[in-house]
């Protein structure tokens, strides 16, 4: 699997002023999660994104800007998923071989299928996408948006045609685009914008579930316990491929969620999310799931797993 590192232009005066800026107005991570969400841990997932200075419990001012190596890993080709990573937009592209869909796994399924002993080849790799979250305020100070694309590519020093510069490119775009009927969208390029996007429709009392596997092999797992309905209201959050943590989030009306425990061939356990989608009828009928399902929009709901790294938030 192929990685690219990103190098940001990162002149020591240009850091020295973002510290300064915006140290003074800064909060812990872990201080603004427990203001907005007083009831809610913090996921292991969101925490595998917050850098150390800043996790946990870290006093005083955060001096924390995102401008490292690491903090702008990104692997371009998410290897192995078997799932499109965004909105319903991203199934359309999978549908039309621009995002690849890994054969033989079963990517839509049935809300009737989720029951004890129902057998499905799946595949959970956990992503390789490390970028993690920049403080609200410095976020905030970077351009994102398709017309300000040149100047997001100097900021990183990437040439307009490499394969990184497209794939910026393609993150902004998808976030720039309209939502489909009955969805609100919100791209949260900072831990706090997530949370804020995630509380102004669930409300500061919600639980966040993401999908944990043992081991990343695919294989036939079994629904090995009673599936669990934990919401009939959700946001989504998707991370997405870019040089600093983004997530693509979205609530989506008309669906449900649950989770359902696995157990591999191999005695792997997971524990995965999914979401079923009642109402499909204004969906494009060239989605990849009506074709996998050979179904029609509206007909009957529509049902996935969410990948690794992803979020479900559901009131509580």
């Known amino acids: ?17 973002l ?5 003074s107005e800064d909060v812990s991570w872990e201080t603004y999660w427990q203001s907005a969400l007083p009831k809610t841990p913090i996921p292991q997932a969101v925490q595998e994104l917050l850098h ?16 490292s190596k690491d903090a702008l890993n990104i692997n371009t080709i998410q290897s192995g998923s078997a799932f499109p990573t965004a909105g319903p937009e991203s199934y359309a592209k999978a549908a039309t071989g621009k995002i690849p869909v890994e054969q033989d796994v079963t990517t839509f399924f049935f809300e009737k ?3 004890l002993g129902k057998k499905m080849t799946l595949h959970f790799p956990k992503t390789t996408n490390n970028a993690k979250f920049l403080p609200r305020l410095v976020a905030r100070a970077q351009p994102f948006s398709s017309s300000k694309l040149s100047e997001i590519l100097n900021r990183f020093s990437l040439k307009p045609e490499s394969a990184e510069a497209e794939i910026v490119k393609q993150t902004i775009e998808e976030c720039e685009e309209p939502s489909i009927e009955g969805e609100d969208k919100y791209c949260a390029t900072s831990l ?10 669930l409300g500061k009392y919600a639980e ?12 036939e797992y079994r629904i090995a316990r009673r599936v669990e309905k934990i919401g009939e209201r959700s946001v989504v959050c998707h991370k997405q491929k870019y040089v600093y943590a983004v997530f693509y989030c979205h609530e989506i ?32 009928i060239k989605l990849l799931a ?27």
């Not at 966040?208 to 294989?219: A, L």
Request: net charge positive.
């Open 1 to 17: 699997m192929e990685h690219f590192r990103f190098i940001f232009l990162s002149s020591f005066l240009y850091v020295i002023l």
């Open 19 to 23: 510290v300064g800026v915006f140290a």
């Open 52 to 67: 150390p200075e800043n996790w946990p419990g870290t006093e005083g001012k955060s001096t924390y800007t995102g401008i």
């Open 113 to 115: 299928d989720l029951h």
């Open 192 to 201: 706090e914008s997530l949370v804020d996007f995630s509380v102004s429709k």
């Open 208 to 219: 966040v579930f993401s999908t944990k596997v043992d081991v990343e092999n695919k294989q």
């Open 253 to 284: 009306r008309s669906t449900r969620a649950y989770k359902v425990s696995l157990v591999g061939a191999d005695g792997t356990k997971a524990e995965a999310v999914a979401v079923c989608h009642s109402d499909t009828r204004k969906w494009n």
């Open 290 to 316: 009506f074709q996998l399902l050979k179904i029609k929009p509206g007909t009957v709901p529509v049902c996935h797993f969410l990948p690794s790294g992803n979020l479900l938030w559901v009131p509580n």
